[in-house]
Antibody
Framework: QVTLKESGPVLVKPTETLTLTCTVS??????????VSWIRQPPGKALEWLAH???????SYSTSLKSRLTISKDTSKSQVVLTMTNMDPVDTATYYC??????????????WGQGTLVTVSS | SSELTQDPAVSVALGQTVRITCQGD??????ASWYQQKPGQAPVLVIY???NRPSGIPDRFSGSSSGNTASLTITGAQAEDEADYYC???????????FGGGTKLTVL
């Protein structure tokens, strides 16, 4: 059974850096055509893709947030880490990690972690 | 454009068929995937690619695509299908990912 679980702070202050960890089980971060994505959802709003990292260490970032995001993985620990700098109250959201799979014309997310709500407030 | 557009809300009578659409330039080149999200829960994949259902997803869910529009069809909608539905695809460059704004489905 494939599972992902997010961990990190529930509250961060404006201008601080957020560090989130996704711990996966049931698959390896070295599996071809698989990786882990981070996706967030502000309260009552839509999903927003943030970043992903594949087994070959290919990384991609949302164009609008690229300057603030860093994604990395530790295959031996089955963990993917996302850092987001200079946090602002508008970054308050539930942050999900999800396994991403890719084929020539397609990328899809399955399964998703339960999500972790991060609030940005002083 | 790297955007995907969905109708904000759609309703369907119990047992009837409903189509939820997703429009965007990237869909001319790439397939969409669809996710169901119920309140307080993480999204769940219901359709990916041309018309693939993960195990455990009822066969009343199906997908299709034409031009710049992808569609999710629920044939014989059930009360438990009431949820938000999101589409996603690769963006026009192929390197990134985009999500639609979501459609709230109400089953009457």
């Amino acid at each position: 059974q494939v599972t992902l679980k997010e961990s990190g702070p529930v509250l961060v202050k404006p201008t601080e850096t957020l560090t989130l960890t996704c711990t996966v089980s049931g698959f390896s971060l070295s599996n071809a055509r698989m990786g882990v994505s981070w996706i967030r959802q502000p309260p009552g709003k839509a999903l927003e893709w943030l970043a992903h990292i594949f087994s070959n260490d290919e990384k991609s970032y949302s164009t609008s947030l690229k300057s603030r995001l860093t994604i990395s993985k530790d295959t031996s620990k089955s963990q993917v880490v996302l850092t987001m700098t200079n946090m602002d109250p508008v970054d308050t959201a539930t942050y999900y990690c999800a396994r991403i799979q890719t084929q020539w014309l397609l990328r899809w997310f399955d399964p998703w972690g339960q999500g972790t709500l991060v609030t940005v407030s002083s | 454009s790297s955007e995907l557009t969905q109708d904000p809300a759609v309703s369907v009578a119990l047992g009837q068929t409903v189509r939820i659409t997703c429009q965007g330039d990237s869909l001319r080149s790439y397939y969409a995937s669809w996710y169901q999200q119920k309140p307080g829960q993480a999204p769940v994949l219901v359709i990916y690619g041309k018309n693939n259902r993960p195990s455990g997803i009822p066969d009343r869910f199906s997908g299709s695509s034409s031009g710049n529009t992808a569609s999710l069809t629920i044939t014989g909608a059930q009360a438990e299908d009431e949820a938000d539905y999101y589409c996603n695809s690769r963006d026009s460059s192929g390197n990134l990912v985009v999500f639609g704004g979501g459609t709230k489905l109400t089953v009457l």
